[in-house]
Structure formats: structure tokens, C-alpha cells
T-cell receptor, first 116, second 113 residues
């Protein structure tokens, strides 16, 4: 099976712009979670989507949003970019086992966003 | 945001030595996951633990899910240079914590040949 893919891998934007990042989960996985990774804050949960519905959201401002499509692919959008949004954005896909809550998340390579 | 307490923060060891790192939390988790991350890449899953007391091995790696469900450890035996990287623990709570992993701060491992 192909792993989780993310595009683009690298992105440079300026303050005030907006950006859209894309994530394609492992085939058959229906849950996609997004994380922000920075040297200061580590890995922080942004939100999770399952069957096109946001089920959980982390403590990030409303400038961070996402969506999921019927094929489970997901996008996240950051509007009005700030310098502090520079980070590695990671998505992870998972498929809970039919035996219960045996959820395991598999990560993509990430999108490195630099805001100037 | 909440993070797990992972220690040590960094380790410098000689090739062939064993390594041990652990994570503790004030909250209970239903799942513990251990990842390794290389520079510029996403975390790669090493071991998944789903049951309190569970001890699981993956080659030279062994991890355990603490009985209290508030801690986990990872051991690496006979380290080799390619073990270099950052190791993260992550916990998944039950209930409505859909898809939300809480991560430790990471352990930076350096292996001297």
C-alpha cells in the first residue's frame, strides 16, 4: 500500500497570504488528523476528519481550517498567515480496527511552510 | 497545549549500547505509540501498544504500556548508527478524543560509531 502523501513538500508565503495544504491518506483509511510541528511547541493537534466531518479540533485560531472529501483526501487552509505559522504541517491517517479502538496513526512526510 | 513528559531529552551513546526512554502523563491513555523522526521527514511508527501491561517487541525495540495507563517506555538494544534520530511517544485517550495524539517533547538520540 502506498503511504500517506502530502503536497506540496515545501512552501514559502508572505504575511497576510493564505495557503492550502493537501493530504492523501492510505487507501482504505477514513480518518485524517493534522498536526503542526515547531521547535518551541513540538507536535500539536490541529483537527481530525472522518467521513467528511470534523470530529475533533485543537486549540488553534479560526484562521486554521480544514475539510475532507468523499475519497477521504483532506485539505487544510491557513488564512492571513503570520510569521509564527512557519512550521512543519503533518497529516496522519488511521483506520480503527474492527476489534475496537485499536487506532494507529501513520504520518505523511509533511509540508514545510515558511512565512516571510 | 498538553504534552507528555518524555525523558531523557537527549542521549549520546556508543554503538552497541542499550537505550531506554520513557513517557509519563497525569492523564490515562488507551493507546501508546512510539515514533522515530528523521530531519525533514514525518514520524515513522515503531511500536503500538493497546493494553495496560502489554509488552511488545519490534526487532531490537521493546516497548511497554504501563499498568496505570499513564506511562510507557521504549528500549533499544545494541544500538547502531542508523538509530540516530528523534524518538517521540504519543498517547491516544478514549471517549471523544477522536484522532488526537498527545506527544512527548522527544528524545534526541546520537550514536557514536
Amino acid at each position: 500500500k502506498a503511504g500517506v502523501t502530502q503536497t506540496p513538500r515545501y512552501l514559502i508565503k508572505t504575511r497576510g497570504q493564505q495557503v492550502t495544504l493537501s493530504c492523501s491518506p492510505i487507501s482504505g483509511h477514513r480518518s485524517v488528523s493534522w498536526y503542526q510541528q515547531t521547535p518551541g511547541q513540538g507536535l500539536q493537534f490541529l483537527f481530525e476528519y472522518f467521513s467528511e466531518t470534523q470530529r475533533n479540533k485543537g486549540n488553534f485560531p479560526g484562521r486554521f481550517s480544514g475539510r475532507q472529501f468523499s475519497n477521504s483526501r483532506s485539505e487544510m487552509n491557513v488564512s492571513t498567515l503570520e510569521l509564527g505559522d512557519s512550521a512543519l504541517y503533518l497529516c496522519a491517517s488511521s483506520s480503527p480496527s474492527d476489534r475496537g479502538h485499536r487506532e494507529t496513526q501513520y504520518f505523511g512526510p509533511g509540508t514545510r511552510l515558511l512565512v516571510l | 497545549g498538553q504534552q507528555l513528559n518524555q525523558s531523557p531529552q537527549s542521549m549520546f551513546i556508543q554503538e552497541g549500547e542499550d537505550v531506554s526512554m520513557n513517557c509519563t502523563s497525569s492523564s490515562i491513555f488507551n493507546t501508546w505509540l512510539w515514533y522515530k523522526q528523521d530531519p525533514g521527514e514525518g514520524p515513522v511508527l515503531l511500536i503500538a501498544l493497546y493494553k495496560a501491561g502489554e509488552l511488545t517487541s519490534n526487532g531490537r525495540l521493546t516497548a511497554q504500556f504501563g499498568i496505570t495507563r499513564k506511562d510507557s517506555f521504549l528500549n533499544i538494544s545494541a544500538s547502531i548508527p542508523s538509530d540516530v534520530g528523534i524518538y517521540f511517544c504519543a498517547g491516544l485517550a478514549g471517549g471523544t478524543s477522536y484522532g488526537k495524539l498527545t506527544f512527548g517533547q522527544g528524545t534526541i538520540l546520537t550514536v557514536h560509531p
